[in-house]
């Protein structure tokens, strides 16, 4: 798995204009744990929405900002 650097996530966040919202998760190659990664990133990206709201992002960008996330516009 590549990481970001400290530098890199550094210069995104200088670059970037608007919110940013950064997720970080370890998924599992096989085995079980593998169904639940899925719903992990979901409740990740849930929590990022509601973060932007709290933060003062309209609703309906923050629900677009994390939906894009996965591919999906809801």
């Known amino acids: 798995m590549a990481?970001?650097?400290q530098e890199?996530?550094?210069?995104v966040?200088?670059?970037g204009q608007g919110p940013a919202v950064f997720i970080f998760l370890p998924t599992h190659r096989a085995g079980p744990e593998?169904?639940?990664d899925p719903i992990r990133l979901?409740?990740?990206l849930k929590q990022?929405?509601?973060?932007?709201?709290?933060?003062g992002s309209r609703s309906v960008n923050?629900?677009?900002l994390s939906?894009?996330?996965l591919g999906t516009r809801n």
């Open 3 to 5: 990481t970001l650097s």
């Open 8 to 11: 890199e996530l550094k210069s």
């Open 13 to 15: 966040i200088a670059a």
């Open 34 to 36: 593998i169904q639940q």
């Open 42 to 44: 979901r409740n990740l």
């Open 48 to 55: 990022a929405e509601s973060r932007l709201i709290t933060e």
């Open 62 to 64: 923050a629900r677009e």
């Open 67 to 69: 939906m894009s996330s």
